[in-house]
């Protein structure tokens, strides 16, 4: 209501046609109580909103300019079929073609990163495989059992026996 009122007076005072007068101070707050006043919750700052909304746009750009790009192609396929060929039918037989070629495209990316990635687990495992005793033999793992340590202990008493 308060809102209300100074932006009717502020209207009808200072910006009607007929006359311009300047701005009364007393129509608006103090800058004292507005220090006072917080923001609600709803708009403070939210760094992951903004960048979740920022992707978003991004990506419904690239989507909207892969769309404008596929339709630019089908028509310049559609330039180079013949005119004896109605042009719906060219468009339809262009656009079948061309997402014919980008599917198979994608099939033959994907199956390769496929494969490749089942090859190098292929030999991660082995190489685990093959080298699971090496480990504890040059002190790299971070974990010992019990007897190892007991057993370390003993040869190193009779070592101390030995040259005693």
């Not at 310049?76 to 468009?91: F, N």
């Not at 793992?141 to 040869?155: A, I, M, R």
Request: one cysteine or more; proline letters at 5%; hydrophobic letters at 40%.
């Amino acid at each position: 209501m308060a809102s209300t009122v100074i932006l009717y007076n502020y209207t009808t005072c200072c910006c009607s046609p007929k006359t311009l007068q300047p701005l009364n101070s007393s129509l608006f707050l103090s800058s004292k109580s507005l220090l006072k006043l917080k923001p609600p919750p709803s708009l403070k700052f939210n760094p992951r909103h903004n960048s979740i909304v920022a992707a978003q746009s991004n990506f419904i750009k690239v989507i909207q300019t892969v769309w404008k790009v596929g339709k630019d192609g089908v028509e310049a396929g559609t330039d180079m079929v013949p005119d004896s060929v109605p042009r719906p039918i060219a468009k339809l037989s262009v656009t079948v073609v061309g997402v014919s070629l980008a599917l198979f495209v994608l099939k033959s990316f994907l199956s390769t990163a496929f494969f490749a990635l089942a090859v190098m687990g292929l030999c991660y495992f082995a190489f685990l495989a093959l080298n699971k005793d090496e480990g504890s033999k040059r002190g790299g793992g971070t974990t010992y059992s019990e007897s190892s340590t007991d057993d370390s202990l003993e040869e190193a008493r009779r070592i101390m026996e030995k040259y005693k």
